[in-house]
C-alpha cells in the first residue's frame, strides 16, 4: 500500500449572496466545481497558500480572515502495476475576503474556469464534495473546526 498524504487550503469568499467557485479539471477530462485553493508547497504556511492559489485560479487578491476549520478526508485507489494507494487529504479552510484583482480564469493549471454563483443555486452544480464541507463550515462556525457536511463524494 502507498501512502499519499497532501496538504491544501482553500477559500469560501461569499459576496452579495454569492459564492467563489473554481472548475476543477479531473484527470479523466471532467469538470466539477470546487472552492479555491490547492496544495501546499514544502515549507509553505497554508495562510500564503490560500492566498496564492486563489490568485492562480480566480485572480483574486484574497485575504484570508478566519479559519474555519480543517476537513480531513481518507481514501482507496487503484495505482499503476496493481498498486493501491491509501491518500490522505487534509484540506485547511479559511473563510476569505476578495479585496483586489479581476476575475479571470487559470491558464495552464487545475481549474478552467472562476465564477461567483447564487448560494442557492449551489446544491444544482456539479461539485465536489468540498464545497459542501466548506459551505457548511461558513454557516455553522463549530468551535472545533469540525464539519460533518454530506454531499458529493470528496
Do not use: N
Not at 471532467?30 to 480566480?58: C, F, N, Q
Not at 499503476?80 to 479571470?104: C, N, P, Q, S
Request: charged letters at 30%; hydrophobic letters at 35%; a negative charge.
Amino acid at each position: 500500500m502507498h501512502k499519499e498524504l497532501r496538504v491544501a487550503a482553500y477559500a469560501v469568499c461569499v459576496r452579495d449572496g454569492q459564492v467563489l467557485l473554481a472548475r476543477w479539471v479531473a484527470g479523466d477530462g471532467s469538470k466539477r466545481w470546487t472552492l479555491p485553493g490547492g496544495g501546499m508547497d514544502h515549507g509553505e504556511d497554508p495562510y500564503d497558500t490560500v492566498i496564492r492559489e486563489a490568485d492562480e485560479e480566480t485572480g483574486y487578491v484574497v485575504e484570508p480572515v478566519v479559519l474555519l476549520g480543517v476537513d480531513s478526508l481518507r481514501r482507496r485507489y487503484p495505482r499503476r502495476l496493481g498498486a493501491v494507494a491509501d491518500f490522505h487529504g487534509l484540506r485547511i479552510v479559511y473563510e476569505g475576503r476578495v479585496t483586489g484583482g479581476e476575475l479571470r480564469h487559470e491558464t495552464d493549471g487545475s481549474t478552467d474556469l472562476a465564477a461567483w454563483h447564487p448560494l442557492e443555486d449551489v446544491p444544482d452544480l456539479d461539485r465536489v464534495g468540498l464545497v459542501d464541507i466548506g459551505l457548511e463550515l461558513w454557516r455553522t462556525r463549530p468551535a472545533d473546526g469540525h464539519g460533518h457536511a454530506a454531499g458529493p463524494a470528496h
